[in-house]
């Protein structure tokens, strides 16, 4: 299974994104799904996640901003990004939670200048 993250990239602070996570087989309908960040010298956390009922969960320093949501067809997952700060910087993967070695993709960097 190949999974490809995009849609990052350089923005000012406030602004918005989209990223975009696509797998090339439906591995994203049955298991919770979550968006990870990462910035060097951290281990990749959790941002937000949805459940396969649609239930969505976000860390603290997200809530209020990012949206999480996956396709019917379980091969795509999204995650809008607004009102951006520079905390937000990182590198963005999508994985299932746990997280299944196999299913990293190489992510997409954010970078949000102040």
């Known amino acids: 299974v190949e999974v490809a993250e995009s849609g990052g990239g350089l923005v000012q602070a406030g602004g918005s994104l989209t990223l975009t996570c696509a797998a090339s087989?439906?591995?994203?309908?049955?298991?919770?799904m979550a968006w990870y960040r990462q910035v060097p010298g951290q281990t990749r956390d959790v941002v937000a996640r949805?459940?396969?009922?649609?239930?969505?969960s976000y860390a603290d320093s997200v809530k209020g901003r990012f949206t999480i949501s996956r396709d019917n067809a379980g091969s795509g997952l999204k995650l809008q990004m607004n009102s951006l700060k520079p905390e937000d910087t990182g590198v963005y993967f999508c994985?299932?939670?746990?997280?299944?070695?196999?299913?990293w993709g190489q992510g997409t960097r954010v970078t949000v200048a102040a």
């Open positions: 949805i459940a396969p009922g649609g239930q969505t």
């Open positions: 994985n299932t939670v746990p997280p299944n070695r196999t299913l």
């Open positions: 087989k439906s591995v994203f309908r049955g298991p919770v």
